[in-house]
């Protein structure tokens, strides 16, 4: 699978933004996958923000966005979106799509996936 994320940019305090992540799958289809989003930060460790399994709709949010952030998928377009809330300066990262078949959903948000995205830079200013 092959991953494109965009949407990232500069937002002010409060302000919001949505990523998208499209997928091009060959062997497998998109709802064989868990897509979510990852984050780093300069001098931080990754974390993972959010994820999903078109599948079943199954999700996980990272305590850190729960509330202001919510992922949805589009399975028409190969899609995974990451609406954004209410940011804060410490949202700032570098955000990144991940993909993998492995199903367990919270042990992939937390660990880390087989496939990668290019990141997209978010920038939230004070």
């Known amino acids: 699978v092959q991953l494109q994320a965009s949407g990232g940019g500069l937002v002010q305090a409060g302000g919001s933004l949505r990523l998208s992540c499209a997928a091009s799958?060959?062997?497998?289809?998109?709802?064989?996958?868990?897509i979510g989003w990852f984050r780093q930060a300069p001098g931080k460790e990754r974390e993972g923000v959010s994820c999903i399994r078109s599948g079943d709709g199954n999700t996980y949010y990272a305590d850190s966005v729960k509330g202001r952030f919510t992922i949805s998928s589009d399975s028409a377009k190969n899609t995974v979106y990451l609406q954004m809330n209410s940011l804060k300066p410490e949202d700032t990262a570098v955000y990144y799509c991940?993909?993998?078949?492995?199903?367990?959903?919270?042990?992939?948000?937390?660990?880390?996936?087989?496939?990668w995205g290019k990141g997209t830079l978010v920038t939230v200013s004070s």
């Open positions: 991940a993909a993998d078949r492995r199903t367990s959903i919270h042990l992939l948000c937390y660990y880390g996936m087989d496939y």
């Open positions: 799958t060959s062997r497998f289809t998109f709802e064989d996958y868990v």
